[in-house]
């Protein structure tokens, strides 16, 4: 199974420009895997208390119209441990946005390992154009849970970055039902929510608890990581002409 997220930074209520506040480009990337991967489940997560009922039935107009019969639309205030913290995700918590996801996409991952009958549970940002499935099992039946590198592209505004592939990041993680991925997942979601009560990201617990695992079980974190998956800092997703025209986003 394969999850996304998306969380609005703000209420429709407290800002709106356009019919709904989901960007569908990033969306389309989870139908394109989604196509790329019939046999595998795709859920989408969006935290429904942000929006507003403009948004909700233009974003069920597109699930309608475009999502593959392998994509579900889920909530994130249906897990327990995310709806019970409003300081954290509540409309008015004002929270940096990168610190909520972070937190959010763990809960998640915790949440489907518990509940859902696959043996594996993925996590990838709406960029990630292959989660290279085959490969990522392999490392989560070896080491309970599989990392990911970036590759390289182009962007000016970050060239040193984007010309040093092979960067740890935390947009993609994979996790097995059994004892080591489940304690690596516990584990960074408690660092993880401590530093987004800071209003801190959670990317430094990630590469931090990653290095400390790979020292203990005499391994590195590449090579506990699926290589070139992500991309590297400053890519943007394509401009999507056809919902600027209809005036969707």
Not at 39 to 61: G, M, Q
């Amino acid at each position: 199974m394969i999850n996304y997220i998306w969380i609005n930074k703000s209420p429709d209520s407290q800002f709106r420009h356009v019919e709904c506040t989901v960007s569908f480009k990033h969306i389309d990337c989870a139908h394109d895997v989604a196509r790329d991967y019939p046999d595998a489940r795709i859920k989408i997560w969006l935290d429904y208390k942000f929006l507003d009922k403009r948004s909700v039935n233009c974003l069920n107009e597109h699930h309608k119209r475009f999502a593959p019969p392998n994509v579900e639309l889920c909530d994130l205030n249906t897990i327990p441990q995310y709806g019970r913290d409003p300081d954290l995700f509540g409309p008015n918590a004002n929270k940096n946005i990168w610190a909520r996801v972070d937190v959010a996409r763990l809960i998640v991952l915790k949440h489907v390992l518990k509940k859902e009958p696959e043996p594996y549970a993925i996590y990838a940002d709406f960029d990630v154009q292959d989660p290279k499935l085959a490969k990522a099992k392999a490392l989560m039946d070896k080491n309970g849970l599989a990392l990911a590198t970036t590759g390289a592209h182009i962007n000016l505004a970050h060239m040193l970055v984007n010309f040093l592939p092979g960067i740890l990041e935390n947009g993609y993680f994979a996790f097995k039902k059994d004892p080591k991925g489940r304690k690596f997942l516990h584990t960074l979601l408690s660092r993880t929510f401590t530093c987004a009560t800071r209003d801190s990201s959670g990317y430094t617990p990630f590469v931090t608890l990653a290095s400390q695992w790979a020292v203990k079980h005499d391994t590195t974190p590449k090579q506990m990581a699926v290589k070139r998956v992500l991309f590297s800092m400053g890519y943007h997703i394509p401009h999507q002409q056809k919902y600027f025209d209809w005036k969707w986003n």
